[in-house]
């Protein structure tokens, strides 16, 4: 699972599930990485938009079809792999995950992304529970 270094938010959450993730065959780092550059081209000028998942066979999902692969191979979390394959579950999924990464600076104000302006301001409320 590849995820963005330099973001608070991103980084916090890879730490707090690397061992779930390391017990269930991933392994964790960042998009920074010089590897990840290399295989993927990628500019140290650009900020990341979304977390990569590498598969087995190769392939790089990102985003929120990543984070489905993920749950995919984690029993208490295959709930959201089996709603992810309800008709139009995935265009809700790729909508939320983008909107939290383009906004993820909203969440604690540390990222060094451009802040910008959601749900008009009120973006925190909408993770509160009801």
């Not at 916090?12 to 392994?27: M, P, S, W």
């Not at 979304?50 to 979390?77: C, F, N, S, T, Y």
């Not at 579950?89 to 910008?116: E, H, S």
Request: glycine fraction near 10%; charge should be positive; proline fraction near 5%.
């Amino acid at each position: 699972m590849l995820y963005d270094g330099e973001c608070s938010l991103c980084t916090g959450a890879a730490l707090r599930f690397k061992g779930v993730l390391e017990r269930n065959g991933f392994v964790l780092a960042p998009l920074q990485s010089n590897w990840v550059s290399r295989r993927f081209g990628f500019n140290h000028n650009v900020q990341p938009t979304e977390m990569l998942v590498l598969l087995p066979d190769g392939r790089a999902v990102g985003g929120a079809d990543g984070l489905v692969q993920i749950a995919r191979r984690i029993w208490w979390a295959w709930s959201l792999f089996a709603r992810a394959q309800i008709p139009g579950a995935m265009i809700l999924l790729r909508a939320v995950y983008r909107r939290v990464a383009a906004n993820r600076q909203l969440v604690n104000g540390v990222c060094r992304l451009p802040r910008t302006n959601l749900f008009g301001g009120l973006f925190p409320l909408v993770l509160l529970p009801v």
